[in-house]
């Protein structure tokens, strides 16, 4: 199975600052197709997960251009430009590349 | 707009069966993936099942692979979770989940149904 590994595991954010979360996998994402399947998820508290960022750079209709996807093959990060009071919550990183889909293991973001 | 339902959650006794649907509206569900994802109490997300747009090709997480069974009615614009022989370490919630066309990820989620494994 793939490893998704993400870094921080929590992250305290002043308002208006910004915020990086890290998402390590233990191969590469890169299909034959020529898409990566990285994906990003925000739960906020007491919801179900949504989607934010998929083929690692492309926001979901509505997601704030605040947020940004970025990296290749392995390595990627979602950076959040200035961290805002609704943002807090668990960030999953996943893969769909190879079954079975799997997430990392979450990073909570709360507000300082 | 989209909207999933799941519905059937409940407790149910190590060794039970119990069956989760989710019943979808606001797009074609029948040229549409789903999957299952669940979440235990406190945990993280983990993918548990999905099934092809014409029911013809399904997959499992290794660990409910022979005992949780996908499946969907696309008259009915509906899909199942069929749990049998439960175990404690099934107790989540699940969530039904619509995967994005040409990728997958899950680009609409139900409000999610808990199951409890416990005697």
């Known amino acids: 199975d793939i490893v998704m590994t993400e870094t921080p595991l929590s992250l305290s954010v002043t308002p208006g600052q910004p915020a990086s979360i890290s998402c390590k996998s233990s191969?590469?994402?890169?299909?034959?197709?020529?898409?990566?399947?990285l994906y990003w998820y925000l739960q906020k508290p007491g919801q179900s997960p949504q989607l934010l960022i998929y083929?690692?750079?492309n926001r979901l209709s509505g997601v704030p251009d605040r947020f940004s996807g970025s990296g290749s093959g392995t390595d990627f990060t979602l950076k959040i430009s200035r961290v805002e009071a609704e943002d807090v919550g668990v960030y999953y990183c996943?893969?769909?590349?190879?079954?079975?889909?799997?997430f990392g293991q979450g990073t909570k973001v709360e507000i300082k | 707009e989209v909207q999933l339902v799941e519905s059937g959650g409940g407790l149910v006794q190590p060794g039970g069966s119990l069956r989760l649907s989710c019943a979808v509206s606001?797009?074609?569900?029948?040229?549409?993936?789903m999957s299952w994802v669940r979440q235990a109490p406190g945990k993280g997300l983990e993918w548990v099942a999905m099934?092809?747009?014409?029911?013809?090709?399904?997959n499992y997480v290794d660990s409910v692979r022979g005992r949780l069974t996908v499946s969907r009615d696309n008259a009915k614009n509906s899909l199942y979770l069929q749990m049998n022989n439960v175990r404690a370490e099934d107790t989540s919630v699940y969530y039904c989940?619509?995967?994005?066309?040409?990728?997958?990820?899950?680009?609409?989620w139900g409000q999610g149904a808990m199951v409890t494994v416990s005697s």
């Open positions: 989940a619509r995967h994005q066309l040409g990728m997958h990820a899950f680009d609409f």
């Open positions: 606001g797009f074609t569900f029948s040229t549409y993936w």
């Open positions: 099934i092809s747009d014409d029911g013809g090709a399904k």
């Open positions: 191969r590469s994402l890169l299909h034959s197709d020529g898409k990566t399947h």
């Open positions: 083929g690692v750079s």
């Open positions: 996943m893969q769909g590349i190879q079954l079975p889909w799997t």
